[in-house]
């Protein structure tokens, strides 16, 4: 996809999916990662693992909350570094920084998300929402990516250009009311795709029909330099890329500008 083509998506529909934009290689190693802590908690109760994402995963939910359990799962892969390291995928921050700009930040503590079949839970299977609903900024694009994806195991869907709605007034983390011609979309993504879209875009999980849990992260990247417009102060962000005139403030070190700060220094 090129650039006036992601763009005119993201404008006029809220959202781009970025299709096998992530290596198979980066998706397996969050699977893995994911399969290792499962098998850590498991022993942990002394429960032997088998050694399988799905089956520890099933097994693990009937012994310790799901919500402890994706917390969990979600602190291990940021421990990995794969929280951020999707973001530095060739295809995924050019169009980052296309749209944002080169100074680059993404959440520390993206939470994995798990949804499976037949859990109704209103935190796991979210209705009709707008990001901005949380704190999300105006100036933050939420992207979610699949981590395990199969046919059957749902996904989320959209209302195409809901973002120019502005915001929507709710009431229980539901809308009031939504136009009778809203166009509904229900996204087809695959391992390997992101979906990048707008804070203000209106979307909803899709239920899993799959006997296997469906594992997906969500997760908001902005440029480190624009204005909050939400309660993003309230995050924690972890800076992955730099623009030249930020990689020269970190090498002056301060805003004092202190004269030969670094000068024949034989640190780097």
């Not at 529909?13 to 980066?26: A, P, R, T």
């Not at 979600?74 to 295809?91: A, F, G």
């Not at 509904?184 to 795709?193: A, H, N, P, R, W």
């Not at 962000?237 to 805003?255: C, E, M, T, V």
Request: with cysteine; proline share 6%.
């Amino acid at each position: 996809m090129n650039n006036e083509t992601f763009s005119q998506n993201l404008i006029e529909n809220g959202y781009v999916v970025l299709k096998q934009c992530i290596s198979s290689s980066l998706i397996n190693e969050h699977k893995q990662a994911i399969t290792f802590r499962l098998g850590q908690l498991l022993e942990e109760i002394n429960i032997p693992p088998k050694g399988d994402i799905h089956l520890d995963f099933l097994e693990a939910i009937k012994h310790i909350r799901q919500f402890t359990v994706q917390g969990e799962l979600s602190r291990y892969l940021t421990y990995k570094d794969l929280h951020r390291k999707k973001y530095l995928e060739p295809q995924v921050l050019e169009k980052l920084m296309f749209a944002l700009g080169p100074d680059l930040e993404c959440n520390l503590e993206p939470e994995v998300l798990v949804n499976v079949k037949d859990v109704t839970d209103g935190y796991l299977v979210k209705k009709l929402h707008q990001e901005f609903w949380s704190g999300c900024g105006l100036n933050t694009l939420q992207t979610w990516t699949p981590i395990v994806m199969e046919e059957g195991m749902g996904g989320i869907e959209v209302i195409v250009g809901s973002h120019a709605w502005g915001h929507i007034p709710h009431r229980n983390r539901e809308p009031i009311g939504i136009p009778g011609d809203a166009e509904y979309q229900l996204l087809d993504t695959q391992e390997g795709d992101m979906v990048i879209f707008h804070s203000l875009l209106l979307h909803q999980t899709v239920p899993n029909r799959h006997e296997y849990p469906r594992f997906a992260m969500p997760q908001g990247v902005r440029n480190f330099h624009d204005k909050d417009t939400g309660f993003e102060d309230l995050k924690k962000w972890d800076a992955f890329h730099y623009s030249p005139l930020s990689q020269i403030r970190k090498k002056l070190g301060n805003p004092h500008l202190s004269p030969f700060r670094t000068y024949n220094s034989e640190r780097n």
